[in-house]
């Protein structure tokens, strides 16, 4: 086992990017009918299939090159957990303590070396201990509001990888370039009219065309590099984020989106330079947008790819591409509820000759008796589905320092 030493990285704001609004709202539809409250919980997880072509299969064996399997899961805050916001759900499946263990079983079950989760909001009293004792440590961060209980952590395994970095993500920064123009703005309107208390005439207010109100939604996220050694020394970033969900602040999402892959810049280059070498890149959670969509296009335009529904200019910093969409196609849906049913989580990597996705974690069909009546149910503890890929990186790439 390796010793984990952490470096809190603090690296500069870059410039924050500016948005506009839209909306979307799509759904799939999905059979409807209320779970039965009888049977106990007995979480349903499915198996990791072979994207491999059968010409890849024996071009890197598992002992020339570095597998590893990342799973992400928004796994419900129980703080957001009401019966009567969930009254397609069997209320047993809705306990705490139900919940918690069926979590727990799902994890186990998935067997992988890193887990993304988001919505954690009994880190320190439940999933930390419970995780160590399946043999992983955790970095964790809770969402900026004061009432806000829920957070984004990254779960490893010590003996697979040795955590050498982390870094903060909160996207209420994006205020700071807000609050300085509105200083400015105020300070004028001092000098013009005398006003010594203009200042904080919009310390009230709820106006969402107001972007100090408008930005100002406490969503987070972390990122990590991990140095993994065996059986050769690489470096590989692991970011994990949720971004905000309400589909009427589509620009608010675009927003966090563009800061959250320019601080991913930002640290991909300040490990680059410390470790010598071009890390393997990793981003995933609930990024709250269907396929297609201005985020979602956003967040794949660096990869040379056209994105009709975003600017050229706005081509991103960093390339991705989702480790579903190049293999399997995106899943028809990782969230199931009454009112919304469609693919909001991703796995996205940076592409290249050297790391690529072998397996992905099969998802059910609409039509699956397991996902009949919506989520949370006896069979999934969460309204979202779990994704995961197991990635491999090929030994033919620069070592690590």
């Known amino acids: 086992m390796f010793k984990t030493t952490t470096t809190l990285l603090h690296l500069p704001r870059p410039i924050l ?17 209320r779970m039965s409250t009888n049977p106990p919980m007995e979480p349903k997880v499915r198996n990791f299939e072979s994207v491999e072509e059968a010409d890849d299969k024996h071009s890197i064996s598992k002992s020339d090159g570095i597998r590893f399997r990342l799973v992400s899961y928004n796994i ?3 703080v957001y957990v009401k019966s009567s916001l969930l009254p397609h759900s069997p209320p047993a499946c809705l306990k705490w303590k139900a919940r918690s263990h069926a979590i727990l079983g799902v994890l186990k079950k998935l067997e992988a070396d890193f887990f993304c989760l988001q919505e954690v909001d009994e880190y320190d009293r439940f999933y930390r201990k419970n995780m160590d004792s399946l043999g992983y440590s955790g970095i964790y961060i809770q969402r900026t509001g004061q009432m806000k209980r829920d957070g984004c952590a990254i779960f490893y395994k010590p003996s697979c990888a040795e955590l050498v970095a982390k870094e903060r993500i909160e996207y209420n920064d994006l205020l700071d370039s807000v609050k300085a123009d509105s200083v400015q703005e105020t300070e004028t309107s001092n000098e013009s009219k005398g006003d010594e208390n203009a200042k904080d005439s919009r310390k009230d207010s709820r106006d969402l065309n107001d972007p100090l109100v408008r930005l100002k939604r406490d969503c987070v996220g972390i990122m990590a590099a991990f140095k993994i050694n065996k059986p050769f020394h690489q470096v590989v970033i692991v970011a994990n984020t949720h971004l905000y969900w309400d589909p009427e602040l589509a620009d608010v999402k675009l927003a966090q989106a563009k800061y959250l892959l320019s601080r991913l810049d930002q ?3 300040l490990i680059s330079n410390e470790f010598e070498c071009t890390p393997s890149l990793l981003l995933s959670g609930d990024f ?20 009709e529904t975003i600017e050229e200019e706005e081509e991103a910093p960093v390339p991705l591409c989702s480790a579903y969409e190049v293999t399997r196609g995106e899943p028809k849906f990782t969230n199931c ?8 989580d991703y796995i996205f990597f940076s592409p290249s000759d050297f790391i690529k996705p072998v397996s992905i974690l099969q998802l059910p069909e609409p039509e699956s008796p397991d996902v009949v009546g919506f989520l949370p149910n006896n069979h999934h503890p969460s309204d979202h589905l779990p994704i995961g890929a197991e990635f491999e990186i090929s030994r033919n790439r620069e070592f690590c320092s």
Request: aromatic share 10%; with cysteine.
């Open 17 to 33: 990017p500016s948005f506009t609004t839209t909306s979307c709202g799509v759904c799939r539809k999905i059979v409807s009918r």
């Open 76 to 78: 419900l805050a129980q």
């Open 267 to 269: 640290f991909k280059t």
């Open 288 to 307: 709250n947008s269907i396929p297609g969509d201005k985020v979602y296009s956003y967040l794949v335009s660096g990869n040379g790819k056209p994105a």
């Open 337 to 344: 509820t009454p009112g919304f049913t469609n693919t909001l």
